[in-house]
């Protein structure tokens, strides 16, 4: 992602960003949507079991069974997460504890969900799944969320940095949007909670996180003595986005702006501020979460396509986002992000090798703006 655009679409400085980004992280912590997920996952490890034990062997599509172990594991990681965080207890988020684990065997599936080499190659899917196999990739994907890995620890080694630098990794539509399939947009209540203050808890890159919560990067400038600014009196300036940082990591850097010497993004040391600190579920008790599954108000995601919109041929740029169906090959269908290149097709012959067709495409069904 382009950092510098998503930080003047979405400004960090604007109250209503501050407001969403706020609300998100909450959101993304709570233990409301990480029992959604672990509710929808079991739904889909029971959709892959049974798959695999009753779908004919005569039928080309085979679900793995080898899958089966890592698909449970993460079912009974969510059940230890959730038995931790009911009680407020949040290292669960910490390296290879019980949520960390989850999210990291999750990529693992999904990555080697459908390994057949007319849709797959070298851990990447190639062209839509066949419709068996796409219904359990719908079903595994109901479980996954855009920043689900918001509390992650951020290991204190290597080059790593803040998963969020700029709020349109939470914010932009376009961050839901993958080569294959869609998430959900949040749907924000109606009045979004002011941001809290900053609190007087700072510190810096590389310090360890001393409370659980949500933290904001800043610069701190000490006043000088013919400043505006009182003698010994601080401000600071935000420099990017919030993030949820929990207890005993250490605190992460950031990445900075692109460094046209170098050729890459510097990455630099910050300030964190806490603005709010997390002691939900300490009590024992579940607050009504209901908001962060708001539906939204009865529209489709989606609009007829645009008459005047032509077919494309693979190779071309795809002129409107939307769903996209081979011309002659209509069991072939792709979902396609505006401005991507239009992709070839994989079609067996008779002798049942794989050759590689270019194809002409077809919008069947055009995504709204701003979805």
């Given at each position: 992602?382009?950092h510098?655009?998503?930080m003047?679409?979405?400004n960090?400085r ?6 969403q980004?706020f609300w998100l992280?909450?959101?993304l ?9 672990r509710?929808d996952w ?10 695999v034990?009753?779908?004919?062997s005569s039928?080309p599509?085979?679900m793995?069974?080898?899958n ?7 079912l ?7 038995d ?12 290879d504890e019980a949520?960390?684990?989850a999210?990291?065997?999750?990529h ?11 849709y797959?190659?070298r851990?990447?899917?190639e ?6 196999v796409?219904?359990?990739?719908l ?10 890995h918001?509390?992650?620890?951020v ?5 790593a ?8 990794a939470l914010?932009?539509p376009?961050?839901?949007?993958f080569?294959f399939?869609?998430?959900s ?11 809290p203050?900053?609190t007087n808890v700072?510190v810096?890159?590389g310090d360890?996180?001393?409370?659980d ?15 505006l600014?009182p003698v010994?009196a ?8 919030f ?6 990591t ?5 990445t900075?702006?692109?460094n046209?010497s170098?050729?890459?993004?510097e ?14 579920y300490?009590d ?15 529209t489709t995601s ?6 005047v919109?032509?077919a494309?041929?693979t190779?071309e ?7 996209w169906?081979a011309?002659g090959?209509?069991?072939?269908q792709?979902?396609?992000v ?6 070839d ?20 069904r ?6």
């Amino acid at each position: 992602m382009n950092h510098g655009a998503a930080m003047k679409l979405f400004n960090m400085r604007d109250e209503t960003t501050r407001r969403q980004v706020f609300w998100l992280l909450k959101r993304l912590t709570s233990y409301s949507l990480w029992a959604k997920k672990r509710d929808d996952w079991e739904i889909f490890a029971r959709a892959y079991e049974n798959a695999v034990k009753t779908w004919p062997s005569s039928q080309p599509e085979q679900m793995l069974a080898d899958n089966l172990p890592r698909i449970y594991g993460i079912l009974s990681a969510y059940n230890k997460g959730l038995d931790e965080l009911r009680r407020g207890y949040r290292f669960v988020w910490r390296q290879d504890e019980a949520f960390d684990q989850a999210l990291t065997d999750y990529h693992v599936v999904a990555k080697y969900l459908y390994p057949d080499g007319d849709y797959w190659e070298r851990g990447i899917q190639e062209a839509p799944y066949p419709p068996k196999v796409e219904a359990l990739n719908l079903l595994m994907r109901r479980s996954e969320y855009v920043g689900e890995h918001a509390a992650c620890e951020v290991p204190a080694s290597g080059r790593a940095t803040a998963h969020f630098t700029a709020a349109g990794a939470l914010l932009n539509p376009k961050a839901y949007v993958f080569p294959f399939y869609q998430l959900s947009f949040p749907v924000f209540p109606e009045v979004l909670p002011a941001v809290p203050q900053p609190t007087n808890v700072v510190v810096r890159s590389g310090d360890t996180v001393p409370i659980d919560g949500i933290w904001e990067p800043v610069t701190i400038t000490r006043g000088k003595v013919l400043g505006l600014i009182p003698v010994g009196a601080t401000s600071s300036e935000n420099v990017g986005c919030f993030n949820y940082l929990v207890q005993g990591t250490r605190a992460p850097r950031m990445t900075g702006a692109f460094n046209e010497s170098s050729g890459h993004a510097e990455d630099i040391d910050v300030s964190w501020c806490l603005l709010w600190k997390d002691d939900r579920y300490t009590d024992g008790l579940i607050p009504d979460e209901s908001e962060y599954f708001l539906t939204a108000p009865e529209t489709t995601s989606y609009i007829e396509p645009d008459t005047v919109i032509p077919a494309v041929r693979t190779g071309e740029a795809c002129p409107a986002t939307g769903h996209w169906q081979a011309k002659g090959h209509p069991e072939h269908q792709v979902h396609v992000v505006k401005g991507a290149v239009m992709p070839d097709l994989v079609i067996k012959d008779w002798s049942d090798a794989g050759k590689v067709h270019y194809v002409e495409w077809t919008l069947l069904r055009q995504d709204k703006e701003g979805r």
